[in-house]
């Protein structure tokens, strides 16, 4: 899939998150949740053995590796595990919101977590969480802002896109994580999933897999369309 193509580690040398994901690679590590827990597997030998499993909360959704630890959205709250053991992942904190959708994309000091208004959730709300985890321990929010309807994010060195569904995709500046700047808002496309990785960014919605060139973060160039059908000929 989209989001198991692209997702492993955040250091320099590997992959990138995808916010949507439910697993991670981390070394020898793979890293999965279901509804309720989170699994470790060990990747390492042929038979892939399970080296633990512990209960993180209800309505589990996402897993985001960065550096030595994991970020884990739920509707209610985000979790965030260290990896010192990484047989056997451990909770440090909980970050606890409003009840919605939540994926998760870390840089720095700072978590950047969507909060979806859905089905699943028809009380939630529509907004941009930052939230300071310079503490891991100790996670706070510093700033929020007022989204349509948000999905999948990612964030590369300071620039933040935000798949919008059916309302677009927004290109954002967090070079400065306190006061985030709207750069542009293409509407004329639905979008759903977003993952930036050296100055690619491949997004998906209706009309399948579409990569851009962000190397000027002002000029957003379109590199190619890869159509993706499913039974109802969209994703």
């Known amino acids: 899939t989209f989001d198991s193509a692209f997702n492993g580690s955040s250091e320099s040398a590997g992959g990138v998150g995808g916010s949507l994901a439910r697993f991670a690679i981390k070394g020898n590590y793979l890293y999965a949740v279901d509804h309720t827990d989170l699994i470790t597997f060990d990747i390492e030998t042929d038979n ?126 967090a070079s400065n994580p306190l006061d985030i700047k709207l750069l542009r808002h293409i509407k004329d496309i639905k979008s759903y999933h977003v993952i930036p990785f050296n100055n690619v960014l491949m997004e998906t919605g209706d009309e399948g897999i579409i990569q851009y060139d962000y190397s000027d973060i002002n000029d957003l160039k379109k590199l190619s369309t890869i159509p993706v059908f499913g039974d109802d000929d969209a994703i």
């Open 48 to 173: 892939t053995d399970q080296l633990s499993q512990s209960s993180v909360g209800w309505a589990i959704e996402t897993i985001f590796p960065y550096n030595d630890n994991l970020f884990i959205g739920s509707e209610r709250a985000m979790y965030i595990y260290h990896l010192q053991n990484p047989a056997n992942p451990q909770q440090l904190s909980v970050y606890w919101h409003a009840t919605a959708c939540d994926p998760i994309v870390v840089e720095g000091d700072y978590a950047f977590v969507t909060l979806r208004q859905s089905e699943r959730c028809p009380q939630g709300v529509n907004r941009l969480e930052v939230v300071n985890v310079s503490d891991l321990t100790s996670p706070y929010q510093v700033n929020f802002y007022e989204m349509h309807n948000p999905h999948g994010l990612g964030i590369d060195d300071g620039n933040l896109f935000v798949s919008e569904g059916e309302f677009g995709l927004k290109i954002m500046d």
